[in-house]
């Protein structure tokens, strides 16, 4: 059973930083390229950042550009997003995302379940 497992959200001030990771089980990790998407409330889902099986390439969309930065560690089968210079319109649920042997677009083969971000001004 595949399980992706949200982490690290919460209440942030401002300007403040939060690191999100998303725990995979159930799959061969490296086989998949993971990313993160964003749901704020009463908007659609939207995509924020993505990264290959391997780590070697990396993408971003405009809006996170310089202020989040998408890893991961393939032997602990964990993807990260360091989140700074946070602002209120980033406040959202923070979904992780996998495919198999792809970069995750809007539908991919697995999601989390959401981890809330919470930006107060």
């Known amino acids: 059973q595949v399980q992706l497992v949200e982490s690290g959200g919460g209440l942030v001030q401002a300007g403040g930083s939060l690191r999100l990771s998303c725990q995979a089980s159930?799959?061969?990790?490296?086989?998949?390229?993971m990313g993160w998407f964003r749901q704020a409330p009463g908007k659609e889902r939207e995509f924020v950042a993505a990264?290959?099986?391997?780590?070697?390439?990396?993408y971003y969309a405009d809006f996170v550009k310089g202020r989040f930065t998408i890893s991961r560690a393939n032997a602990r089968n964990t993807m990260y997003l360091q989140m700074i210079s946070l602002n209120v319109e980033d406040t959202a649920v923070y979904y992780c995302?996998?495919?198999?042997?792809?970069?995750?677009?809007?539908?991919?083969?697995?999601w989390g379940q959401g981890t809330q971000v919470t930006v107060s001004s």
């Open positions: 990264i290959s099986q391997s780590g070697g390439s990396s």
């Open positions: 995302a996998a495919t198999q042997y792809s970069v995750p677009t809007n539908n991919p083969d697995y």
């Open positions: 159930g799959l061969p990790f490296s086989h998949y390229g």
